[in-house]
T-cell receptor
Framework: RKEVEQDPGPFNVPEGATVAFNCTYS??????FFWYRQDCRKEPKLLMS???SGNEDGRFTAQLNRASQYISLLIRDSKLSDSATYLC????????????FGAGTRLFVKA | EAQVTQNPRYLITVTGKKLTVTCSQN?????MSWYRQDPGLGLRQIYY???????DKGDVPEGYKVSRKEKRNFPLILESPSPNQTSLYFC????????????FGSGTRLTVV
């Protein structure tokens, strides 16, 4: 089993749609969680951190479920510019600075 | 401008010919890391460094070496490259090692023939 698993997609959605990505992780000791965005052939960039209480940044909402060991990303009112690959990132925290990236979920937003 | 600079951007080399990919950051970050990205496998950590002279193996360290003699530089060395090291490589730095706040370099696309 992979340490961090994501549905590879692709997700094809029309502009204005709401789309949700899930990510599961295997190590219950994981401490920090993030979503990164990667455009084609470019470097990943931090989209948002994921907090236990859930957090929102504009059209983006991230949630963490420690009991079930998954995190989610919800994108509302999708824009063409949201087309990218979304990477789930998990860090083991203190005692191990291993940061594990999921393989990513590809999103295409169409006009 | 705060950035991580990797060189070269593209490299084609032959099996067994030693090469170095340089990485430099100007943000005074303590934590630096190297990743390789392959289709369907995502980003896999090769080595990381928590500070000068402190390095540790990631998930796929075989065939690679690193050094951290200065805070700003973290070169990746392939002593004897093989075709299975053909990949897209990213260097990243962070003020801490928790996974957030990573700044990535633009990537190095390496082909070993």
């Amino acid at each position: 089993r992979k340490e961090v698993e994501q549905d590879p997609g692709p997700f094809n959605v029309p502009e204005g749609a709401t789309v949700a990505f899930n990510c599961t992780y295997s190590n219950s000791a994981s401490q920090s969680f993030f979503w990164y965005r990667q455009d084609c052939r470019k470097e990943p960039k931090l989209l948002m951190s994921v907090y236990s209480s859930g957090n929102e940044d504009g059209r983006f909402t991230a949630q963490l479920n420690r009991a079930s060991q998954y995190i989610s990303l919800l994108i509302r009112d999708s824009k063409l510019s949201d087309s990218a690959t979304y990477l789930c990132v998990v860090n083991l925290g203190t005692g191990g600075f291993k940061t594990i990236f999921g393989a990513g979920t590809r999103l295409f937003v169409k006009a | 401008e705060a950035q991580v600079t990797q060189n070269p951007r593209y490299l084609i080399t032959v099996t067994g010919k030693k090469l170095t990919v340089t990485c430099s950051q100007n943000m005074n970050h303590e934590y630096m890391s190297w990743y390789r990205q392959d289709p369907g496998l995502g980003l896999r950590q090769i080595y990381y460094s928590m500070n000068v002279e402190v390095t540790d193996k990631g998930d796929v360290p075989e065939g690679y070496k690193v050094s951290r003699k200065e805070k700003r530089n973290f070169p990746l060395i392939l002593e004897s490259p093989s075709p299975n090291q053909t990949s897209l490589y990213f260097c990243a730095s962070s003020p801490h090692g928790t996974g957030g706040g990573y700044t990535f370099g633009s990537g190095t696309r390496l082909t070993v023939v």
